[in-house]
């Protein structure tokens, strides 16, 4: 079945419903997503929005703040972009009537995060900012927009100039060709392939792999982090507990209600999440369970209704003041390399949100400028697209003569525990080795006919592509910066600075600079 249309958008999160909602205004508009309409990351969203909107903060404090907790592992031109062009289209949103929490005087009630040097943070429902935001664009979608719901997006479409012009979908019952002007990479992150995540299940990275196979550029995929508070119940994670929990004055302690930071970082409790979470990640290694204590905060249910609900649905008894808690994988700062305009290397295709990667989070995101990194970069991509217009004449499919069956695979279970064991916060050469040892090869993965595998084969055929750019990634870069922490390179190294590692048509190399046009003709170093 064909579906012709303007834009193509895969994926339903923040990013994608920002631009929807700008570009439906004058194209025709197709949204895929590979589950529910609301079963995205920035649904569940609960710390909030980082923006400059009071007269003592100023976008240069958020900047810097956002380079000091990525370690300077930017392009900071982007950075920029993202503060002040998110600080405008904030403050157009309040003007818009967006329903922030606020205070008596009528204000909005700003809070404070790890790593932030101002109270900026925005919050909608108290810890249900993500759901609001949604709700809230989605109310604003026009009505000829076509959202297709529990379809995954397997081979991208590129024609004979090598210029990406649709996608094809595997439904419940049949697989879809959309052919698109435009199509635009929202689909997320990849915490999923860890058995301890903040995400939805469906978070396995699929956008990246799509890109890859179809020749894009890829970056940062060794750098994920792990957010320091899951809800812990029952041996598993069940949930994120808002970083804004510790902006209200909850504190990590053990089993004993001893504070776990106290003398670790100058700002306790609100240090980068890759000190807090390193912190916890000890005391468990040590035997010690972890908790946040919230016996500090005052009406806690009442500001926090979301984590409320979500320890009562799993037993927790908030009540004694303690929330059982580990870190857990929460947030890729690398992805499809895009500019800010969202365009990635392949002309026509374009990458915005988690899965993409513009540099603008470093080596470790500043809490809160995901959703902000969303609503910029997307209305930033539908401008550009407004302005290109719909001018693709060449339908003309390039066939990809894929022959090879699907490699010996691990399960999904299997796949996620060695993912938590090998790549999590600490790793070390040996595993990561051993890992490499056990996947296929890129270039074996690449050459896979994706046509007869159902939807449950194709997700773990891209969950594995991701988990092999990620181990790549992480074994080569031998140093420990942001969230990435080796045991046997516990310190940053200058050889490392300003160093990008790139995937591209199954080569790997290390670059100076994420966009290849800054990159002078021969310093870019072939790894293999």
């Given amino acids: 079945m064909d579906v012709k249309t303007d834009v193509l958008i895969i994926g339903s999160g923040i990013a994608a419903l920002q631009a929807a909602r700008i570009l439906a205004e004058h194209f025709q508009v197709q949204i895929v997503t590979k589950s529910s309409i609301t079963m995205s990351s920035s649904y569940r969203a609960q710390g909030g929005i980082a923006a400059v909107t009071s007269q003592e903060d100023h976008p240069t404090f958020h900047i810097a703040d956002t380079l000091t907790a990525g370690e300077y592992h930017h392009e900071r031109m982007n950075v920029e972009v993202l503060i002040e062009d998110g600080t405008k289209i904030i403050r157009d949103f309040l003007k818009e009537g967006f329903p922030v929490d606020r205070q008596a005087d009528g204000a909005p009630a700003l809070g404070l995060e790890g790593a ?3 109270r ?4 909608a429902g108290g810890d249900r900012t993500g759901q609001i935001m949604i709700n809230y664009l989605l109310n604003q979608l026009p009505p000829t927009i076509n959202i297709n719901c529990f379809e995954t997006a397997f081979e991208l479409l590129l024609n004979t100039t090598g ?8 439904g ?10 435009h199509v635009i990479l929202a689909s997320g992150g990849a915490g999923a392939l860890y058995t301890c995540t903040s995400n939805y299940e469906t978070n396995t990275g699929d956008g990246i792999a799509l890109a890859y196979r179809a020749g894009a550029a890829i970056s940062d995929m060794e750098f994920m982090q792990f957010h320091p508070s899951l809800l812990w119940s029952n041996g598993e994670a069940k949930g994120l507990v808002s970083e804004a929990v510790r902006g209200a004055g909850g504190i990590f302690v053990d089993a004993q209600r001893q504070p776990i930071m106290k003398g670790l970082h100058a700002h306790l409790d ?6 807090t979470a390193f912190a916890l990640f000890n005391k468990r290694a040590a035997g010690q369970e972890t908790f946040i204590d919230i016996s500090n905060i005052e009406h806690f249910e009442a500001k926090f209704p979301a984590i409320a609900q979500l320890c009562h649905d799993n037993q927790i008894d908030i009540q004694n003041g303690l929330i059982p808690v580990v870190p857990g994988s929460h947030f890729l700062m690398g992805g499809v390399i895009a500019n800010n305009m969202g365009r990635t290397t392949i002309s026509n295709l374009y990458a915005i949100g988690e899965v993409a990667c513009t540099g603008v989070h470093g080596a470790n995101r500043l809490a809160s400028n995901s959703l902000l990194e969303g609503i910029t970069f997307g209305q930033r ?53 051993q890992f490499i040892q056990q996947l296929p090869s890129l270039n074996t993965l690449l050459q896979v006919d994706l046509g007869g595998l ?4 194709l997700e773990l055929y891209m969950m594995h592509i991701v988990a092999t750019l990620m181990v790549h990634a992480a074994i080569t870069r031998t140093e420990t910066r942001g969230a990435h922490i080796r045991s046997d390179q516990p310190q940053n190294r200058t050889k490392w600075a300003n160093r990008w590692i790139i995937f591209q048509q199954g080569q790997m190399k290390v670059r100076n600079s994420l966009y290849e046009y800054h990159q002078a003709r021969g310093n870019a170093q072939a790894i293999f």
């Fill in 454 to 457: 159902n939807r449950q084969e």
């Fill in 116 to 118: 932030h040097s101002y």
């Fill in 163 to 170: 210029e990406c012009v649709g996608v094809l979908t595997k």
């Fill in 270 to 275: 609100l240090a980068p999440r890759h000190i």
């Fill in 381 to 433: 991509m539908a401008q550009f697209i407004i302005k290109a217009g719909c001018k693709q004449n060449n339908f003309s499919i390039d066939v990809k003569h894929h022959r090879q069956p699907l490699p010996l695979l691990f399960t999904k279970d299997q796949l996620r525990q060695t993912m938590m064991h090998t790549l999590g916060i600490v790793r070390n050469p040996v595993n990561m080795e």
């Fill in 120 to 123: 900026r943070i925005l919050h």
């Fill in 172 to 181: 419940m019952n049949r697989t879809k060709r959309y052919l698109a002007h």
